[in-house]
Protein backbone atom coordinates (compact mmCIF):
# COMPACT_ATOMS: atom_id res chain seq x y z
CA UNK A 1 0.00 0.00 0.00
CA UNK A 2 1.14 3.45 -0.96
CA UNK A 3 0.63 6.51 0.55
CA UNK A 4 -0.27 9.86 0.14
CA UNK A 5 2.76 12.33 0.03
CA UNK A 6 1.77 15.02 2.81
CA UNK A 7 1.45 18.88 1.18
CA UNK A 8 0.69 21.71 2.43
CA UNK A 9 -0.94 24.72 1.16
CA UNK A 10 0.92 28.23 0.92
CA UNK A 11 -1.24 31.41 0.00
CA UNK A 12 1.04 33.52 -2.64
CA UNK A 13 0.96 36.57 -4.73
CA UNK A 14 2.34 36.63 -7.91
CA UNK A 15 3.36 39.78 -10.02
CA UNK A 16 4.24 38.74 -13.46
CA UNK A 17 6.22 40.32 -16.37
CA UNK A 18 2.67 41.35 -17.97
CA UNK A 19 2.05 43.42 -14.81
CA UNK A 20 -0.75 41.19 -13.91
CA UNK A 21 -0.81 40.16 -9.76
CA UNK A 22 -2.13 36.87 -8.95
CA UNK A 23 -3.32 35.64 -6.13
CA UNK A 24 -3.53 31.89 -4.77
CA UNK A 25 -2.56 28.58 -3.21
CA UNK A 26 0.30 26.65 -4.33
CA UNK A 27 0.45 23.08 -3.02
CA UNK A 28 4.07 22.27 -1.38
CA UNK A 29 5.42 19.38 -0.13
CA UNK A 30 5.37 18.92 3.69
CA UNK A 31 8.96 18.49 5.36
CA UNK A 32 12.22 17.55 3.73
CA UNK A 33 13.12 17.50 0.19
CA UNK A 34 11.39 20.76 -1.60
CA UNK A 35 9.75 22.05 1.90
CA UNK A 36 10.20 25.36 1.19
CA UNK A 37 8.38 27.79 -1.17
CA UNK A 38 12.30 28.48 -2.55
CA UNK A 39 12.54 24.97 -3.46
CA UNK A 40 9.24 24.84 -5.02
CA UNK A 41 10.22 27.88 -7.00
CA UNK A 42 13.49 26.55 -8.25
CA UNK A 43 12.59 22.50 -9.45
CA UNK A 44 12.86 21.77 -13.25
CA UNK A 45 8.62 21.94 -13.93
CA UNK A 46 7.90 25.29 -16.46
CA UNK A 47 4.94 26.06 -14.73
CA UNK A 48 3.15 26.22 -11.14
CA UNK A 49 0.17 25.30 -10.60
CA UNK A 50 -2.63 27.18 -8.47
CA UNK A 51 -5.99 26.97 -6.77
CA UNK A 52 -8.13 29.34 -5.78
CA UNK A 53 -6.34 31.80 -7.91
CA UNK A 54 -7.62 35.52 -8.55
CA UNK A 55 -6.29 37.38 -11.35
CA UNK A 56 -5.65 41.22 -11.44
CA UNK A 57 -4.48 43.45 -13.71
CA UNK A 58 -2.74 46.28 -14.53
CA UNK A 59 -5.15 48.85 -13.09
CA UNK A 60 -5.66 46.57 -10.42
CA UNK A 61 -9.04 45.40 -11.84
CA UNK A 62 -10.62 41.71 -11.20
CA UNK A 63 -9.62 39.98 -14.39
CA UNK A 64 -10.54 36.25 -13.08
CA UNK A 65 -11.38 34.05 -10.47
CA UNK A 66 -10.51 30.84 -11.57
CA UNK A 67 -10.18 27.05 -9.50
CA UNK A 68 -7.01 26.32 -11.32
CA UNK A 69 -4.84 28.10 -12.57
CA UNK A 70 -1.26 27.20 -14.26
CA UNK A 71 1.34 30.35 -14.69
CA UNK A 72 4.34 29.97 -16.50
CA UNK A 73 7.69 30.62 -14.30
CA UNK A 74 9.04 32.35 -16.99
CA UNK A 75 6.41 34.92 -16.82
CA UNK A 76 6.94 35.83 -13.29
CA UNK A 77 8.42 38.91 -11.90
CA UNK A 78 8.38 38.44 -8.35
CA UNK A 79 6.38 36.06 -5.72
CA UNK A 80 5.46 36.88 -2.09
CA UNK A 81 4.04 34.58 0.59
CA UNK A 82 0.72 35.92 1.99
CA UNK A 83 1.27 36.73 5.35
CA UNK A 84 -0.51 34.72 8.05
CA UNK A 85 -3.09 37.46 9.03
CA UNK A 86 -4.82 37.00 5.77
CA UNK A 87 -4.23 40.63 3.83
CA UNK A 88 -5.40 41.36 0.90
CA UNK A 89 -4.13 42.71 -2.40
CA UNK A 90 -4.26 46.36 -2.75
Do not use: C
Not at 24 to 29: A, F, M, T, W
Not at 33 to 59: M, W
Amino acid sequence: MTSTPVREKHRVKIYTTDQWKIQGDVSIPAGGYNARLSDFLNNDNTFIALTNAVVYGTDSKLLANESFLSVNKQAIKLVVEENQDGSQFP
